[in-house]
């Protein structure tokens, strides 16, 4: 399997690919610096696994990309890092079929809890039948659970547990994914 690292800034695409390495050591990291050829380099490489997108590149308009790579493989995770606030494009980066939005600000250790979260095999998280039919959920998706039911927000979820909010973000949408519900 492969995880594709796309962007057009040769320094932000290496950062990009050294923390995926360092999530995910060992694993084919395809770098590209815009979509137009994604098609012909994805016959080229393994399955995508995780696609690690930035929003402003030469050849795409808004999150026109977000679109074109959920409706073409919509069961692989794509990340979207961009160095756009947050409270400017995330709802829509979401609506659009990204798994999580991280901003480049967010920092080397925050993007690498994000990356981890959401490549991080279910069954590691606890994500598995009881035997009898039951789902059973990690212990930090039931925190999610219970702190969801409270009405926090995910800033306030993010402080209780001391993580980041992306972080936050991408356990709930495992949890979600997990539940098989959207919100």
């Known amino acids: 399997m492969?995880?594709?690292?796309?962007?057009d800034h040769p320094l932000m695409r290496d950062a990009i690919v050294m923390l995926v390495r360092r999530v995910r050591a060992g694993s084919e990291v395809v770098e590209l610096s815009e979509l137009s050829d994604i098609e012909r380099i994805m016959a080229e490489h393994d399955t995508p696994e995780l696609f690690c997108l930035d929003l402003k590149l030469p050849d795409t308009?808004?999150?026109s990309r977000v679109k074109l790579l959920k409706s073409h493989y919509p069961d692989v995770p794509l990340a979207v890092i961009?160095?756009?606030?947050?409270?400017d494009v995330e709802d829509w980066c979401r609506e659009a079929g990204a798994d999580v939005y991280i901003e480049k600000s967010a920092g080397a250790s925050e993007i690498t809890n994000a990356l981890r979260a959401i490549l991080m095999p279910e069954s590691v998280l606890g994500e598995l039948d009881d035997g009898a039919g039951q789902m059973r959920l990690?212990?930090?998706?039931?925190?999610?659970?219970?702190?969801?039911?409270?009405?926090?927000?995910?800033?306030?979820i993010a402080e209780r547990l001391g993580i980041s909010e992306h972080t936050v973000k991408v356990h709930l949408w495992r949890l979600f994914r997990r539940l098989g519900v959207k919100s």
């Open 82 to 87: 961009s160095a756009t606030p947050a409270a």
């Open 2 to 7: 492969a995880i594709y690292g796309i962007d």
């Open 138 to 156: 990690s212990k930090r998706q039931k925190q999610l659970i219970v702190m969801l039911d409270e009405g926090l927000s995910n800033r306030d």
């Open 61 to 63: 308009v808004g999150i």
